[in-house]
């Protein structure tokens, strides 16, 4: 069963999920446990599924959550490979359309943070992720501004997109909203 309601990428879907419910996604929370939503469903999406389908279980209503499914401490290479490679076809624009703002740039934070073992292994599909998501940013701030310049550079393949990046893009486009 897939359900229609959702984005066909399983990142873009789960971000959508997530903001429909309302999810936790601050890396320090302690409430929650640490956007525990997120941590069990990147695993469900490292494992082929995705929001809709049958066989998804997080969902903000599953209070057993953490009884029916694994909390990862980390991710095995072949869930970051695979949470990875879904990311890589990931539209931003269907992602910041759907979702609340701030949030969905802190989903993507969410896969910055998650991911990093990935980055310092110099994986090479971690650094497509960057430069395709450095690529996507760079064309919803101002041409103008410094952070649009550093992405277009990550997206070049020069530096490696941060968590701080994300939230310049944050500051831009909460400016333009202002004016």
């Known amino acids: 069963m897939n359900d229609d309601k959702y984005p066909p990428n399983a990142f873009e879907a789960l971000c959508v999920l997530a903001s429909r419910e309302g999810w936790c996604w601050s890396i320090s929370c302690t409430t929650c446990g640490g956007h525990e939503l997120f941590r069990y469903a990147f695993r469900q999406i490292a494992q082929g599924l995705k929001p809709g389908q049958t066989g998804w279980e997080v969902y903000s209503s599953r209070t057993d959550i953490s009884?029916?499914?694994m909390m990862p401490e980390?991710?095995?290479a072949e869930e970051r490979r695979n949470i990875?490679?879904?990311?890589?076809?990931?539209n931003l624009s269907t992602i910041r359309e759907e979702c609340i703002f701030p949030d969905w740039l802190g989903y993507l934070g969410l896969i910055v943070y998650h991911m990093r073992?990935?980055?310092s292994q110099q994986s090479v599909l971690y650094k497509k992720v960057e430069q395709s998501w450095?690529?996507?940013l760079a064309g919803?701030?101002?041409?103008?501004?410094?952070?649009?310049r550093r992405l277009v550079s990550i997206s070049d393949g020069t530096g490696s997109l941060e968590l701080e990046d994300l939230e310049s893009v944050e500051q831009q486009n909460r400016a333009s909203r202002i004016a």
């Open 67 to 69: 009884r029916q499914l």
């Open 74 to 76: 980390k991710y095995y």
């Open 84 to 90: 990875l490679g879904i990311c890589l076809k990931a």
């Open 117 to 119: 073992t990935a980055r």
């Open 134 to 136: 450095a690529g996507q």
């Open 140 to 148: 919803m701030v101002p041409n103008s501004s410094q952070i649009h």
